[in-house]
């Protein structure tokens, strides 16, 4: 199932970026592993995925040593910064940096390890008090500072929009991303490209996509629903 579905969320994703007239290239899928054991990804690499995200430090950690190095891990969930030098050389993107001192951590462990990092900056598009992110208001300000850190590369913005049962309402959400992203794109910043729009999961990626989204982050969608032993390791 797990192959079928990936083919599926790819022609989908093609489909939706012909519907808008962008490039079918434009798009980089995440397969969301989060909770799936090593056998389901092993399954989606034989179906050609490439790129995974994770959310937990230590199941990341455990994950990059089972597998291929090849794979391009993201790390998408909140990040302490006590657990930063864990994943600072495994991950290909860190997207969930929302904070001075957590960037400043970021950028220690890497000129400790003499490598480059490349994040995105997290916003909280809909400024809901359960997510992390910096509210858009803010985010030009934060983006300036952590720019001026060394060993760190701001290539982009990320979102997670607001659980709904229908992806228009967050259509909104997604246009204001967009609508930062190329004002900050605009503004030239050292250090700073906006290269990458992270936004869209199972229940929105096409409506992500056509208001601009270049990564997409699809879970269940790919390898069907998670069951969580305890509540805390939701999200
Ligand atoms: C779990 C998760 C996803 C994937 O969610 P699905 O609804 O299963 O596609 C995407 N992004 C983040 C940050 C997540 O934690």
Redesign the pocket.
């Known amino acids: 199932m797990i192959v079928e579905n990936l083919h599926q969320i790819e022609s989908n994703i093609k489909a939706t970026l012909n519907r808008v007239g962008r490039n079918e290239s434009e798009v980089t899928l995440i397969a969301?592993s989060?909770t799936k054991p090593v056998s389901y990804i092993e399954e989606a690499i034989r179906g050609g995925a490439l790129h995974f995200?994770e959310?937990k430090v230590q199941e990341l950690c455990d994950k990059y040593d089972c597998l291929p190095h090849n794979i391009k891990w993201h790390l998408?969930?909140h990040l302490q910064r006590n657990k930063v030098k864990y994943i600072i050389d495994k991950v290909n993107l860190i997207?969930s940096i929302d904070s001075l001192r957590l960037a400043q951590e970021v950028s220690r462990q890497a000129s400790i390890k003499n490598i480059v990092v490349d994040i995105l900056i997290q916003i909280n598009v809909a400024d809901e008090s359960t997510k992390f992110g910096i509210d858009l208001d803010n985010a030009e300000r934060l983006i300036r500072e952590i720019a001026r850190l060394s060993n760190i590369n701001i290539i982009g913005l990320m979102t997670?929009a607001p659980y709904t049962e229908n992806s228009e309402d967050n259509r909104i959400y997604f246009r204001n991303l967009y609508k930062l992203f190329v004002d900050i794109k605009h503004k030239n910043i050292d250090n700073v490209s906006m290269d990458v729009l992270s936004m869209g999961?199972?229940?929105d990626y096409e409506v992500a996509i056509e208001e601009g989204a270049t990564m997409v982050?699809?879970?269940?969608?790919i390898f069907g629903d998670?069951i969580y032993l305890n509540k805390e390791s939701v999200?």
């Open positions: 969301v989060k995200g959310n998408i969930g997207h997670i999961m199972s229940g982050r699809v879970g269940t969608g998670r999200e």
